[in-house]
């Protein structure tokens, strides 16, 4: 939420705290977006990396009870685990205040010190998974269906319209993801690279607005955006959609700059114009500056989860360890839909099918079964 405002003992959410977020600020009246955004989701780079706010390490106790909930979900498969298959009596009031944190704070979380080097994969999934059983429900991250999605380099380019760039070591590029929060786990990491990158899209749209407030009214118009090979029952191989959205007094912000370019592949879609050339230039553009984005290197154990609708993530390109493909970087990747959370603008039922608070989010294509795999195929 961009307007919640906190006291000092709630600053405290990550440092082991038990204070809940106050109600929330009402949301802005207006229909139409405000010069600047205020609160704590318009934060920099530059301020992030000077404090461990952001950062939850687990304690002995944490692990303690993920280790309980492990052996107590033995019984089922993965993809039938909830919250109440996965008991946390201590950490689970911690996972309700990290998910304030995610939709009502900064956006952002990153738990550190899950044991994955005393974990088989089953395990480690298994741990992850519970985590995620309390933030949300999880979502089909692609047209196999897969649940409990990999992160890692498959050798594809993506050169090849139907591959998603995840499954490459190039670099991903700032974007969001089609669910309300993606989570992240590193199982291993790479020899040089592979670098998380994240950004508050309220802190861009506040500098558009300082700077360029020309080219941010065009950031309200919608793109076309390239589906990659992915297309629901009945859509079109690409969708339109704006990537600055101002709906229920809320900013709510999607861009992938490489699918709005291979969009342009399809002669149906109207050619960008120069002066969405220039708006998409100087979006990216604010990006890279230091000032705005926060980087971290995962560490194996490291958990991030992130709130799609006012953060945007990338990936720096990476090399593996040669001729060890057991030291291959790998993520594991959730993508999770909360019980609440913010209403979205109709254009999202083209992307993401439906917007029902909920019920909402991720891919599903003709013949997709949802499914959980341990090891990558």
Not at 63 to 69: L, R, W, Y
Not at 84 to 109: H, I, S, T, W, Y
Request: glycine content about 6%; hydrophobic content about 35%; some cysteine.
């Amino acid at each position: 939420m961009q307007t919640i405002k906190r006291n000092a003992a709630q600053s405290k959410l990550l440092a082991n705290s038990d204070t809940k977020l106050e109600a929330k600020v009402p949301r802005h009246s207006s229909s139409q977006p405000p010069r600047e955004i205020n609160g704590p989701s318009a934060w920099y780079g530059r301020d992030m990396v000077k404090t461990d706010k952001w950062l939850y390490r687990l304690t002995k106790t944490d692990i303690s009870e993920i280790d309980q909930a492990v052996a107590h979900s033995r019984h089922l498969p993965i993809q039938h685990i909830g919250k109440a298959q996965f008991p946390l009596p201590k950490l689970g009031k911690r996972m309700k205040l990290l998910l304030n944190e995610l939709l009502d704070g900064r956006g952002f979380v990153l738990i550190r010190g899950l044991p994955i080097n005393r974990y088989d994969r089953e395990s480690a999934a298994r741990a992850y998974w519970g985590l995620g059983a309390w933030l949300g429900s999880p979502r089909s991250q692609n047209a196999r269906g897969d649940l409990l999605g990999h992160v890692i380099d498959l050798s594809r380019t993506t050169a090849d319209p139907n591959t998603r760039i995840y499954q490459t070591s190039e670099r991903q590029n700032y974007h969001a993801d089609p669910t309300d929060i993606v989570g992240l786990l590193c199982l291993q990491k790479s020899m040089v690279g592979g670098a998380s990158s994240i950004l508050s899209s309220v802190t861009l749209y506040n500098e558009f607005q300082k700077r360029r407030p020309d080219l941010a009214a065009v950031l309200f118009s919608p793109f076309c955006i390239d589906r990659r090979g992915e297309v629901p029952k009945g859509k079109k191989p690409w969708y339109r959609m704006s990537v600055f959205s101002w709906h229920a007094g809320l900013l709510t912000t999607q861009f992938t700059r490489p699918y709005i370019d291979s969009a342009q592949r399809f002669s149906e879609v109207p050619r960008l114009t120069p002066k969405q050339v220039e708006a998409l230039d100087f979006f990216q553009a604010l990006c890279e500056e230091p000032s705005i984005h926060l980087k971290t290197d995962f560490e194996p154990g490291d958990i991030q989860f992130l709130h799609n609708y006012q953060i945007l993530h990338d990936r720096t390109a990476f090399i593996d360890w040669p001729g060890q493909p057991e030291r291959q970087r790998h993520l594991l990747r959730l993508w999770l839909c909360c019980e609440r959370g913010r209403n979205l603008p109709p254009s999202f039922r083209d992307r993401q099918g439906r917007i029902t608070v909920g019920d909402r989010g991720g891919i599903i294509v003709p013949d997709t079964k949802t499914n959980v795999t341990i090891e990558v195929v």
